[in-house]
């Protein structure tokens, strides 16, 4: 890795916006993965917009982390530097909607939209993780998606702020097009409701993800996306492999298609419980599961 051209792209920034050589596990909801080689955490947009257009500029790949969920950072860690989101958390409330920045938890949009009466995404409640991450991942349920109510994104541009708008992005089942951007901020569209109707909305999607999800173990979310027209989990269920492990990664008992971490299961274990699920799955029910997590980093 080439330490005087990192140095160079992230000159300027004040230090204490910059670590060398951290443990990235407390960064993620699985808490396992390596380090990273430089960490920065910057506080203004345009910190972030500097660090991504001179990465961009110098062909330096950058990584970014928002809330650490439905991400698997390799035990080797991750070479080069590790963009954290966690500071872009501005949130503007209009009358027809809200900006956010990549980094607000997803927790604060949802408390700020049931506050001032805005209903759409009632079914992203109890979801982990920050609004870049929900949006790079088009977040949702069988027939309800994030996407739906995007308006546009603020994405790092070669020489800075770049719009994109929603219509012009190739949304999808888990995927939004933008997986290789750096989200500077979201505007979402929504609809006026009465605060008492979206609350109940959002308690009843609580109430179904707590009874049916291990939302107290650690985990990164639904691990493998739903095959056409079937369900991961049950298929997962059906051929048994619930409480499978391997270390103190398993198999959740509540959920098939949830990987916990018990305690101190490193990626490795994580990624081997991952394959066997898949080998099987496959080998019993030819059906082949597609990783909705992603993986980073060196394993």
């Known amino acids: 890795m080439n330490n005087s051209l990192i140095r160079e792209i992230l000159k300027g920034i004040p230090e204490e916006r910059v670590?060398?050589?951290?443990?990235?596990?407390?960064?993620?909801?699985?808490?396992?993965?390596?380090?990273?080689?430089?960490?920065?955490?910057?506080?203004?947009?345009?910190e972030?917009?500097?660090?991504?257009?001179?990465?961009?500029?110098?062909?330096?790949?950058?990584?970014?982390?928002?809330?650490?969920?439905?991400?698997?950072?390799?035990?080797?860690?991750?070479?080069g530097i590790v963009l954290v989101t966690r500071h872009?958390?501005?949130l503007t409330i209009t009358r027809d909607g809200l900006t956010g920045g990549a980094g607000t938890p997803l927790r604060t949009v949802m408390k700020e939209s049931l506050r001032n009466g805005l209903s759409g995404?009632?079914?992203?409640?109890?979801?982990?993780?920050?609004?870049?991450?929900?949006?790079?991942?088009?977040?949702?349920?069988?027939?309800?998606?994030?996407?739906?109510?995007?308006?546009?994104?603020v994405v790092c541009?070669?020489?800075?702020?770049e719009t994109v708008a929603?219509?012009?992005?190739?949304?999808?089942?888990?995927?939004s097009g933008l997986e290789k951007n750096l989200i500077i901020t979201i505007t979402l569209h929504l609809v006026s409701a009465p605060p008492?109707?979206?609350?109940?909305?959002?308690?009843?999607?609580?109430?179904?993800?707590?009874?049916?999800?291990?939302?107290?173990?650690?985990?990164a979310g639904s691990v493998f996306k739903n095959p056409p027209g079937l369900s991961a989990g049950r298929i997962i269920d059906e051929?048994?492999?619930?409480?499978?492990?391997?270390?103190?990664?398993r198999v959740s008992e509540r959920h098939a298609n949830f990987i916990v971490n018990g305690g101190n299961a490193s990626a490795d274990d994580i990624r081997r419980v991952m394959a066997h699920v898949q080998e099987t799955v496959a080998r019993r029910r030819a059906v082949t599961l597609e990783p909705e997590i992603r993986f980073m980093g060196e394993f």
């Open 19 to 46: 670590r060398g050589n951290v443990p990235l596990a407390p960064f993620t909801t699985y808490r396992c993965g390596g380090p990273a080689d430089w960490l920065i955490l910057p506080e203004e947009e345009e």
């Open 48 to 79: 972030a917009l500097l660090i991504g257009s001179r990465c961009t500029s110098a062909g330096m790949p950058l990584a970014v982390l928002g809330g650490g969920s439905n991400v698997l950072i390799g035990d080797r860690g991750i070479r």
């Open 88 to 90: 872009l958390n501005r």
């Open 121 to 153: 995404i009632e079914f992203l409640v109890g979801i982990p993780g920050t609004l870049g991450g929900a949006t790079v991942m088009n977040a949702g349920l069988k027939k309800e998606w994030l996407s739906a109510g995007i308006s546009h994104v």
């Open 157 to 161: 541009g070669p020489t800075g702020p």
């Open 166 to 175: 929603a219509a012009t992005l190739p949304f999808g089942y888990r995927t």
């Open 196 to 219: 008492d109707e979206v609350k109940e909305r959002c308690a009843e999607y609580l109430r179904q993800r707590t009874a049916t999800q291990p939302l107290t173990e650690r985990s």
């Open 239 to 249: 051929c048994g492999l619930k409480g499978y492990a391997m270390g103190d990664a």
